[in-house]
């Protein structure tokens, strides 16, 4: 179910040569059925692969004429042009559009270049993946999905909590929709440099500070990206936690804490608070860092994130990470391990990190 940034990017340049189809979450194929299906579908591909060039023409009257049907999803695509014309956004991939077997619609992944990702300087390039939506060979709903790591979107918070200037201004927003796009991408370029300069910063300090984390450091309290997010773990999400680490004992006991004292039977709702309690404690006071992984929309919790001190010698913290039975066997293990391994390195103030586990096996963790 789930595929890695790494298998993303592998199967999309295998669409270069023809050999398959990109998609964020499922299969794709341009396999053709029968008659009149295979007409239409040909049409519709013709008019994705139109409108993905209009796109990317930066000419928002040759866009708008694609999406006359497109709905409530029209007025965001305009928006969103303008703001790629302001990030200067080049295009470096990009696959034939392609039917996506579970759902239906058509995807179009492309991979650009752009100035707010280049402002933080990790060396990489984003894939944009546009889903149509057609009825009938009308163009009626055009969704966006991107694999941004996880310093673009803490780098969009820290300038929303730190620039109010950008959203209060060229950012501001009507009806849902920004005012002006392309100078807020630009206004964004900037405040990406300059979270950049401050994540420097904040790694140079901690080169000098005993500390855990240094003083000026604000640990993320909503992050993601891929399908979930991150909250710190605390009372407010004590249901979902308890029902994810329940639903999954001996799973849990065999591959994260590697006894039978958690999870258990018999944990009850008081003692689900107090461990709640606990870690929101140790959030606040600095001293280590839990968060819990939910789906994007927070209904459910698929499995939690620590990040420690080292109880080892020569790491300066130590992270570990448990899914659920059922979200280990979908394949999220991996695609969570990816994108923390990523965030903790592009984010957080530490040169050297210990991954007991997963990195490192568990029996050399011990000896150490």
């Not at 959030?283 to 939690?304: I, K, N, P, W």
């Amino acid at each position: 179910m789930y595929r890695s940034l790494k298998k993303r990017a592998a199967v999309s340049t295998l669409c270069l040569f023809g050999l398959a189809a990109y998609s964020n979450a499922a299969e794709v194929t341009t396999e053709m059925a029968t008659e009149p299906e295979n007409t239409e579908l040909a049409a519709n591909l013709e008019k994705a692969e139109g409108m993905i060039d209009a796109f990317y023409s930066f000419d928002a009257s040759r866009l708008e004429s694609f999406l006359t049907e497109a709905g409530d999803s029209k007025a965001g695509l305009l928006g969103y042009q303008a703001s790629a014309e302001g990030g200067n956004y080049k295009v470096l991939v990009r696959p034939p559009c392609a039917l996506e077997e579970e759902g239906g619609t058509i995807v179009c992944p492309v991979t650009v270049q752009d100035d707010r990702v280049q402002a933080l300087k990790t060396g990489f390039d984003v894939t944009d993946t546009f889903h149509l939506t057609f009825e009938d060979g009308v163009l009626v709903n055009v969704d966006t999905s991107s694999n941004d790591q996880p310093i673009y979107r803490d780098a969009s918070v820290w300038v929303r909590e730190n620039m109010p200037e950008v959203n209060e201004g060229p950012c501001k927003r009507t009806d849902g929709v920004r005012d002006t796009p392309q100078d807020c991408s630009r206004a964004m370029t900037e405040g990406y440099r300059q979270y950049k300069l401050y994540l420097d910063d904040i790694k140079a300090q901690a080169a000098l500070d005993d500390a855990f984390v240094p003083e000026v450091f604000e640990p993320s309290v909503l992050v993601g990206g891929w399908g979930f997010k991150l909250v710190p773990l605390g009372p407010e999400i004590v249901d979902l936690d308890y029902a994810a680490y329940m639903s999954s004992i001996d799973h849990l006991q065999k591959t994260f804490s590697r006894s039978g004292n958690w999870p258990r039977e018999g944990i009850t709702d008081e003692d689900a608070m107090q461990d709640m309690l606990n870690e929101q404690g140790r959030f606040e006071r600095r001293e280590s860092f839990a968060y819990g992984v939910l789906t994007q929309d927070g209904e459910r919790e698929m499995g939690s994130v620590y990040v420690r001190p080292s109880s080892k010698p020569g790491y300066d913290a130590q992270v570990t990470m448990w899914v659920t039975h059922a979200d280990f066997d979908a394949g999220f293990d991996e695609l969570l391990f990816e994108w923390t391994e990523m965030w903790i390195e592009q984010s957080w103030p530490f040169s050297n990190v210990a991954y007991p586990g997963r990195t490192i096996d568990w029996a050399t963790w011990d000896e150490l």
